[in-house]
């Protein structure tokens, strides 16, 4: 429900527009299937294709056929629509055309018979066709030398190896990606200009192009972004090892290749495409995203249920709200029983106060989100004695301390000013030598729920959480301080969970007295 609230200033309310552009593209999109794509291309790379989304990250994987979809692609639309401009970046030039030029499917030997034909030839950069379009073949190595492209009117923007690029230098070639004057053939109205870009997970660029493209939401799932990131039709199409057959056909032993890369963390990324990796990430080691991760399901109504919170206004605010395990057992799918370890933490609905931008906040009046909180508490339910579905009763947790500062000018506090609005809190311990206690603690509670069956306290977080799945696994480690996070990555949530992980001894030991 919290991730409804965040989510809702990214997907905008469908109007009437909306769902007739809709059926358009469910048309075009037949029509497209219709019209036969590249015979050759496997299924997922179809898939990209054809796709209605007009900004897509295509991969994951080391071999998962990006790089052949670029060129196949290129090559098709070129000849389906006069006058296109294909613009095809990778940072280094020698990756360029070490990979696109001189493989051993590179454009001259897919081009063979087009070029016999007569129907394009390559000189040098460019291939040109009869028919006015154009592929580039373009590199930036630098940041800078983005700007070399600001004349340009790119309609299809291909970027290879999007992690070793940064947000700024991406931001700036979409920027440049439109339409122009080009007349696109009425059957393919709606797909074009069009991004498609390719990534392994890692690099320079790994945080950013995963929270743009794998977090927001479900994989293959396509959603309209905000003006502020664009506003085009975004979507994740995962591409692994396994869907290139060419690969296991032509060199069955790759796989072995990648297995054998040594370090685990790019095992991970390369061979199986776990975007939850950083080299280097606080929580690299102990988080996994299909143990901690959890579809919703009601909560028991004899279970603690509270909330933390961490201020933020320029920055974001984040409210989590927890629901702490009694050790009573619990029905997590229809007829499918489990049960946490008295203790345990389940992250069960979240608000976090962002504007859609990563560590942008709303710079909203607390009144207002006090207003919101209740809004949210209004909704949370939990399964009653008789399996009937009741309101939630949400318990004070804790907030970041400062929100108790008076403000020398309103004479007034965040916390009371939340209080008057009928929403209270306690504060978080920040005594000396609490910020490593708590993320050792959040480490350990994560590495619990990690075992195949958790003995001792764990936490655990439903799937709508979305943005902490997106912040908090890859918190970077302060290189200063090995046992602390880097203050200045996106770690509201990290904070706001370390704030309850924290209470979590008090609480329990409070609520073995009085129960709630
Ligand atoms: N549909 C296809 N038909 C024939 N060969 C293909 C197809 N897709 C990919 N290949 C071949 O499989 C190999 C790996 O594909 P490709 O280079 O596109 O993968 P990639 O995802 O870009 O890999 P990397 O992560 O190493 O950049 C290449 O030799 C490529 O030509
Ligand atoms: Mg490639």
């Known amino acids: 429900?919290?991730?409804?609230?965040?989510?809702?200033?990214?997907?905008?309310?469908?109007?009437?527009?909306?769902?007739?552009?809709?059926?358009?593209?469910?048309?075009?999109v037949a029509e497209l299937a219709r019209r036969q794509p590249p015979k050759d291309l496997h299924p997922k790379q179809r898939q990209a294709f054809t796709s209605e989304a007009t900004e897509i990250l295509y991969g994951g994987a080391a071999g998962g056929g990006k790089s052949h979809l670029f060129r196949r692609a290129a090559i098709q639309w070129c000849k389906w629509i006069p006058n296109l401009q294909v613009y095809l970046f990778r940072r280094e030039f020698g990756d360029l055309f070490k990979n696109h030029m001189e493989s051993a499917t590179g454009f001259p030997v897919m081009l063979a018979e087009e070029i016999a034909r007569g129907e394009c030839k390559i000189v040098d950069k460019e291939i040109r066709w009869k028919n006015g379009a154009k592929i580039h073949l373009c590199h930036c190595?630098?940041?800078?030398?983005?700007?070399?492209?600001?004349?340009?009117?790119?309609?299809?923007?291909?970027?290879?190896?999007?992690?070793?690029?940064?947000?700024?230098?991406?931001?700036?070639?979409?920027?440049?990606?439109?339409?122009?004057?080009?007349?696109?053939?009425?059957?393919?109205?709606?797909?074009?200009?069009?991004?498609?870009?390719?990534?392994?997970?890692?690099?320079?660029?790994?945080?950013?192009?995963?929270?743009?493209f794998v977090d927001p939401v479900a994989e293959s799932e396509t959603w309209q972004t905000p003006k502020a990131e664009g506003g085009m039709r975004r979507q994740f199409i995962r591409a692994l090892l396994e869907d290139n057959p060419t690969m296991a056909e032509n060199d069955p032993t790759y796989e072995d290749r990648l297995e054998g890369l040594g370090d685990a963390q790019l095992v991970r990324a390369m061979r199986k495409g776990d975007w939850d990796i950083v080299a280097g990430g606080f929580f690299d080691d102990v988080w996994s995203r299909d143990r901690h991760v959890l579809a919703p399901f009601p909560i028991?109504?004899?279970?603690?249920?509270?909330?933390?919170?961490?201020?933020?206004?320029?920055?974001?605010?984040?409210?989590?709200?927890?629901?702490?395990?009694?050790?009573?057992?619990?029905?997590?799918?229809?007829?499918?029983?489990?049960?946490?370890?008295?203790?345990?933490?389940?992250?069960?609905?979240?608000?976090?106060?962002?504007?859609?931008?990563?560590?942008?906040?709303?710079?909203?009046?607390?009144?207002?989100?006090?207003?919101?909180?209740?809004?949210?508490?209004?909704?949370?339910?939990?399964?009653?004695?008789?399996?009937?579905?009741?309101?939630?009763?949400?318990?004070?947790?804790?907030?970041?301390?400062?929100?108790?500062?008076?403000?020398?000018?309103?004479?007034t506090s965040i916390?009371?000013?939340?209080?008057?609005?009928?929403?209270?809190?306690?504060?978080a311990d920040k005594s000396?030598?609490?910020?490593?206690?708590?993320?050792?603690?959040?480490?350990?509670?994560?590495?619990?729920?990690?075992?195949?069956?958790?003995?001792?306290?764990?936490?655990?977080?439903?799937?709508?959480?979305?943005?902490?799945?997106?912040?908090?696994?890859?918190?970077?480690?302060?290189?200063?301080?090995?046992?602390?996070?880097?203050?200045?990555?996106?770690?509201?949530?990290?904070?706001?969970?370390?704030?309850?992980?924290?209470?979590?001894?008090?609480v329990a030991r409070r609520s073995t007295f009085s129960p709630v």
């Not at 999007?162 to 004057?181: C, E, H, N, P, S």
């Not at 000013?417 to 504060?427: D, E, F, I, L, Q």
């Not at 195949?452 to 290189?479: K, N, Y």
């Open 1 to 28: 429900m919290s991730a409804a609230v965040a989510f809702d200033a990214f997907t905008g309310q469908a109007s009437p527009a909306r769902a007739e552009r809709r059926r358009h593209l469910k048309l075009v």
């Open 141 to 212: 190595q630098h940041e800078k030398d983005v700007y070399g492209y600001q004349g340009a009117e790119i309609h299809v923007l291909l970027i290879d190896e999007l992690t070793q690029w940064t947000a700024k230098m991406y931001r700036f070639l979409r920027g440049r990606v439109r339409l122009g004057g080009l007349k696109v053939p009425a059957w393919l109205k709606g797909l074009f200009p069009r991004i498609l870009n390719g990534a392994n997970p890692g690099g320079i660029g790994h945080n950013w192009v995963k929270a743009a």
């Open 300 to 411: 028991p109504h004899s279970w603690r249920i509270d909330r933390s919170f961490d201020w933020g206004s320029s920055k974001p605010f984040s409210v989590g709200w927890w629901a702490e395990s009694d050790g009573t057992r619990v029905e997590v799918a229809p007829g499918r029983f489990r049960t946490f370890p008295r203790g345990s933490l389940l992250r069960i609905a979240e608000w976090y106060g962002w504007n859609g931008t990563p560590d942008v906040g709303l710079k909203m009046r607390s009144s207002d989100v006090a207003e919101g909180i209740k809004g949210v508490e209004a909704l949370l339910k939990v399964r009653g004695p008789r399996g009937e579905i009741l309101p939630a009763r949400v318990q004070p947790g804790p907030a970041d301390s400062a929100i108790y500062d008076v403000d020398d000018t309103e004479s």
């Open 415 to 427: 916390a009371d000013t939340m209080r008057k609005h009928g929403v209270t809190w306690v504060p």
């Open 432 to 506: 000396p030598g609490s910020r490593k206690n708590g993320w050792e603690r959040l480490r350990e509670l994560l590495a619990e729920a990690a075992l195949d069956v958790p003995e001792s306290p764990g936490l655990w977080v439903f799937s709508h959480c979305a943005q902490f799945i997106r912040t908090v696994p890859v918190l970077p480690r302060d290189e200063k301080k090995p046992d602390d996070v880097n203050t200045s990555a996106e770690d509201h949530i990290g904070d706001e969970t370390r704030y309850r992980v924290l209470a979590l001894t008090r």
